[in-house]
């Protein structure tokens, strides 16, 4: 499998609870008229100028533990070597909202309305994570309509920088899927421009492949263990830490 996709169901800013909660606002929490114009206008922007398009390209195990590999810096023992080992299929992944949203929450800061453009940033954050998710279910549907996998399959993206995959990383991910395609392009220091991109690879298999235990060195530096909830979505295990 290869091939772009619009990803037309994030040109729509999320639920404003979601917004607000990214500025630590929680759920019900009853805002100023003032707070409530900046959401308005952040959303705004956001649906005015937001440009997502996704890449995916699928490759084997053995390619993808070039890639993985990289230059030699992964934080080693490191858990995603071990769950491709086990994967059904696995894909390189990029997405991106385009360059006028990032630019805009640049502009907004220069233009002293940090307000806006915290919120508008959240707001693009919270979308770029959910480009992921969405490159992850296309990936999964087309596997299931080509009956390659079974329906007990999952599909998790996994990206450079976290788990003890060094940043670096990027560069053999992005020699190999050229997500120049959809206008994104990599610094010296392997920061992805437009800034709100995502990339990574998406690992498909039953879901027990994705659970590992949290005792690895980089877990102990770990602020969020963000991945209990990414695997507990898949096993209903808790996702608090062990």
Not at 70 to 92: H, S
Not at 158 to 168: Q, V
Not at 203 to 232: L, Q, Y
């Amino acid at each position: 499998m290869m091939g772009i996709f619009p990803l037309d169901p994030i040109r729509v800013a999320p639920h404003r609870d979601v917004a607000l909660q990214r500025q630590g606002i929680p759920e019900g929490h009853k805002i100023s008229e003032q707070i409530e114009s900046v959401l308005e206008k952040a959303v705004a922007l956001y649906e005015s100028l937001t440009e997502p398009r996704g890449l995916i390209a699928e490759l084997s195990l053995a390619e993808f533990e070039e890639i993985f590999d990289g230059e030699g810096q992964n934080d080693l023992p490191a858990p995603l070597p071990g769950i491709v080992k086990k994967a059904d299929r696995l894909a390189l992944f990029a997405a991106t909202l385009g360059e006028p949203v990032s630019g805009r929450i640049q502009e907004l800061f220069k233009e002293n309305d940090p307000a806006t453009a915290c919120i508008l940033d959240g707001i693009a954050s919270e979308r770029a994570e959910t480009a992921a998710v969405l490159l992850a279910e296309a990936f999964l549907d087309s596997l299931l309509e080509k009956g390659e996998v079974d329906s007990g399959v999952r599909v998790l993206p996994y990206s450079p920088g976290y788990c003890g995959w060094h940043i670096t990383g990027q560069r053999k991910l992005f020699a190999f899927l050229q997500p120049d395609q959809i206008d994104i392009s990599l610094s010296p220091s392997c920061l992805m421009s437009p800034i709100k991109s995502v990339s990574g690879v998406l690992v498909a298999g039953h879901p027990e492949i994705h659970d590992f235990e949290n005792d690895f060195d980089f877990c102990f530096d770990c602020a969020t263990w963000d991945c209990r909830t990414r695997i507990a979505s898949l096993t209903q295990l808790s996702p608090t830490k062990n």
